[in-house]
């Protein structure tokens, strides 16, 4: 399931582009097999938490890398604008993917009961008795 959300795809069915028609628009449900993504208040959340630990992430380890490789003549100024750039650049690059990891994550912690199954199958597009 993390792999298929690292790809940008659906943590249920792996269907492609299943979930986002824009690098920020998304739909609530897999245009795929019907999965409704946020199944409780809060989802997003979990999604905006992953995208800020791994923002950070990158930021530490662009300061750590950049005192390693300069020490000890310290280029602020330089470091500073890479920590910058990373800070800027991350969290825009990153929030799709931070959402299709959070469902997979979401979807993996809490598997789909019948109800949800159920739910899911009405909703997926060109499902038996559609007309």
């Not at 602020?76 to 825009?92: N, W």
């Not at 993917?97 to 469902?103: G, H, K, N, R």
């Amino acid at each position: 399931m993390v792999g298929r959300a690292l790809l940008r795809r659906c943590p249920r069915c792996g269907g492609r582009g299943a979930w986002f028609t824009g690098w920020f628009a998304r739909t609530d449900r897999c245009r795929t097999c019907g999965y409704r993504y946020e199944r409780q208040a809060g989802f997003s959340l979990g999604a905006v938490t992953a995208n800020t630990i791994v923002t950070f992430g990158l930021l530490f380890l662009t300061g750590l890398v950049g005192v390693i490789v300069t020490y000890p003549d310290l280029p602020v100024v330089p470091l500073t604008g890479a920590c910058l750039a990373v800070g800027a650049i991350v969290p825009i690059a990153f929030y799709p993917f931070s959402y299709t990891l959070w469902a997979a994550v979401d979807l993996r912690m809490q598997p789909l009961d019948a109800a949800a199954v159920a739910d899911a199958d009405a909703h997926r597009p060109g499902r038996s008795g559609d007309a």
